[in-house]
């Protein structure tokens, strides 16, 4: 496939959106069964989720120069019986929608209890939004993630993989944002964290070489054969019926060299997991910002890479057709 | 139910073009808008078509065949580009099968494009929408023209008559008669979507001459043998008198 920076930044940023919120959430959690110091409301919190808005409104942003006609994008929100894309405009924001009010409620200090648990743990307004937040954050990973493990004859996206690499690659850049963050704003809770991020960047590194493993060992199941119903085992495009280009012949590829291609692969690889590894292990509980804030960094560039090779990897079948201008 | 299709004579089609280029002009003059085309004239002139033909070599030479390959979108019985739509704009009509895209409704996204295997929708660059062949919808039911005009502009300029046009759901219609006679096949079948275009598959045209065919075997003159039998390349006048 074709690779389009719009969907790239899209993914990208908005997986950093959720990570984040998810990692906040995460801390209070911890905090509201004391195993983490309490965080002041105002500073931490609502900071957080106005950052994570700002991933989120960034990747709604770059959502829009995929369409080609953005003013009539409220009408994609109608079709989520069947469509994953149509579920997926309707979960962004919704939780882009939580992760505000989540932040407003902290920063406004407005907690009325609304239940208390068997120990005593008071649960505040905070807590029932931040567990929304969490819901739609995995929904809409969910969602994202299905938008291309749906389409079957796509067979290098057509696996929970694709999934389930969403939901890591997007805690991970996340967490590590979080750990930057901490740095500056909360230093207590860097090591915190900064393990979590280690787990689940080593977790994604482990999602992302599977995925490649198994797509290393994909053979297409389409053949010219099967595409014009002729069976002879020696058959050639003389034309594919136009000199110039189409849609078609834009739109499905890559048009890069295979030298290319696997320079992105160890590009990413490097960028996206080993890199911020080794980065965040270094200013691991130290209270040094700069190097967690390197290792987000770096990251979201290995990221985009991660993105990008990902769209460039996937075979469409509908290439057996346009192979040959004449 | 109905369920209109095209079925593609492969045998027939020559790769003539007429078909594409008749399509192009029915449809970038209907009421839908027209089929821009950018840098026509430049060096890379590019734009929307519903439908292409292609030809293939199938062998190896000196054994080697040319085979035109006519595609447009097949109006699948089960089209994976219609509920991945996420505006609804891309459906399928339930009275007869045909697969549109509602101009008005579509946001450009191309996702129906990337969940259709045929690469046979193409989204046009002026416009900003999906575009793809609606089995010239606005023409098969316009009551102002006869009945031979109400068929698809494709099917109208095929010189060869290698494009039938009909109900594929009707068994007693030419075209499932054409489909059930001639091995009528569907592309990529692997995936399930069921195309309603049907395809008539490449054969062979030979002559087969037997050395008693060259003879008329039941000349009475012959049988028995009462006329001395003349050269073959002597003068003669009629049937009784020649060999
Ligand atoms: S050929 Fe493609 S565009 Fe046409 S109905 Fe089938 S899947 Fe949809
Ligand atoms: S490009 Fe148009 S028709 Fe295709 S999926 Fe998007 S909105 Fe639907
Ligand atoms: S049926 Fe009409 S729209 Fe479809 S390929 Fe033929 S001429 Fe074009």
């Not at chain 1, 496939?1 to 990570?19: C, D, N, R």
């Not at chain 1, 505000?100 to 029932?128: E, M, N």
């Not at chain 2, 598959?201 to 003349?230: F, H, S, V, Y």
């Amino acid at each position: 496939m074709h690779p389009a920076f719009s969907v790239i930044f899209l993914t990208t940023l908005i997986g950093v959106g959720q990570g984040l919120f998810l990692a906040l959430f995460t801390a209070q959690s911890y905090a509201l069964f004391d195993l983490l110091p309490q965080q002041d409301g105002h500073g931490f919190y609502a900071a957080g989720s106005a950052l994570a808005l700002v991933f989120l409104c960034g990747g709604l942003f770059a959502s829009f120069f995929h369409l080609g006609r953005p003013e009539r994008a409220w009408r994609s929100a109608t079709q989520w019986r069947t469509s994953w894309l149509s579920r997926e405009v309707i979960v962004l924001p919704a939780f882009m929608g939580t992760v505000a009010l989540y932040g407003l409620a902290h920063g406004l200090d407005w907690k009325p209890v609304l239940a208390t648990l068997p120990g005593g743990i008071a649960v505040d307004a905070t807590v029932v939004l931040g567990t929304l937040g969490t819901l739609l954050a995995f929904a809409l990973f969910l969602c994202t993630g299905m938008i291309y493990a749906c389409l079957r004859f796509l067979r290098e996206w057509h696996t929970p993989l694709t999934v389930i690499n969403y939901v890591l690659l997007g805690g991970a850049s996340g967490f590590t944002l979080a750990t930057a963050f901490a740095a500056v704003a909360a230093p207590e809770l860097t090591r915190f964290f900064g393990g979590w991020a280690l787990i689940i960047l080593l977790l994604g590194g482990v999602g992302r070489v599977a995925s490649l493993l198994r797509n290393r060992r994909l053979r297409p199941l389409s053949a010219l054969q099967s595409a014009i119903g002729i069976k002879h085992p020696h058959i050639v495009q003389t034309t594919q019926g136009f000199m110039g280009g189409s849609f078609n012949t834009r739109e499905f590829f890559h048009r890069r060299g295979r030298l290319f291609l696997r320079s992105i692969r160890w590009l990413f690889l490097v960028g996206a997991f080993l890199l911020p590894a080794l980065l965040l292990a270094a200013g691991f509980g130290g209270a040094e910002a700069g190097l967690p804030i390197a290792a987000f960094v770096v990251q979201y560039f290995g990221l985009l890479a991660e993105r990008w090779f990902f769209f460039a990897q996937a075979h469409h079948p509908q290439n057996l057709y346009y192979q040959s201008v004449a | 139910m109905t369920q209109l299709a095209l079925v593609i004579e492969i045998n027939v089609c020559v790769g003539c073009q007429a078909c594409v280029t008749n399509c192009k002009e029915r449809n970038t003059s209907g009421a839908a808008g027209p089929m821009v085309d950018q840098n026509p004239y430049g060096k890379d002139p590019t734009g929307t078509f519903f439908n292409r033909v292609q030809t293939f070599e199938v062998g190896e030479f000196p054994h080697t065949e040319t085979v035109h390959f006519p595609k447009s979108c097949l109006h699948c019985e089960d089209p994976p580009c219609v509920p991945v739509c996420p505006t609804g704009a891309s459906y399928k009509r339930k009275e007869d099968g045909i697969v549109l895209v509602d101009y008005d409704k579509c946001i450009g996204c191309k996702y129906c494009s990337w969940a259709c295997p045929y690469g046979v929708r193409e989204f046009d660059e002026a416009q900003k929408i999906m575009k793809k062949c609606t089995l010239c919808v606005d023409r098969i039911y316009d009551t102002q023209m006869t009945e031979e005009e109400r068929r698809p502009a494709c099917v109208r300029a095929c010189p060869t008559s290698a494009r039938l046009f009909g109900d594929i759901h009707d068994p007693e219609s030419a075209v499932s008669h054409a489909i059930r006679e001639a091995g009528g096949y569907q592309l990529m079948p692997e995936w399930g979507t069921n195309p309603a275009n049907h395809y008539l598959p490449r054969r062979k045209t030979r002559m087969r001459i037997r050395e008693d065919e060259l003879e008329r075997a039941d000349n009475p003159l012959k049988i028995d043998a009462q006329l001395p039998k003349p050269e073959q390349s002597s003068p003669s006048l009629d049937d009784v008198t020649s060999w």
